[in-house]
């Protein structure tokens, strides 16, 4: 019996491992997503900017 808990409990410590390995991985992924998003919206700001001041040149 006891050899079959501590069966369950490698297996299930195995899933959480493995579990990790993929949210560590996911979380690389969205961090890349991320400061993607954050560089294409310092863009877009910079073009409004960019638009308003020649606005206010007219």
């Given at each position: 019996?006891?050899?079959?808990?501590?069966?369950?409990?490698?297996?299930?410590?195995?899933?959480?491992?493995?579990?990790?390995?993929?949210?560590?991985?996911?979380?690389?992924?969205?961090?890349?997503?991320?400061s993607?998003?954050?560089r294409?919206?310092?863009?877009?700001?910079?073009?409004?900017?960019?638009?308003?001041?020649?606005?206010?040149?007219?």
């Amino acid at each position: 019996m006891d050899k079959e808990l501590f069966a369950a409990l490698e297996g299930r410590i195995e899933a959480l491992i493995e579990k990790h390995a993929s949210l560590k991985h996911e979380n690389e992924i969205l961090r890349e997503e991320n400061s993607r998003l954050v560089r294409e919206r310092d863009g877009i700001k910079e073009r409004i900017d960019r638009i308003l001041n020649k606005l206010e040149g007219i």
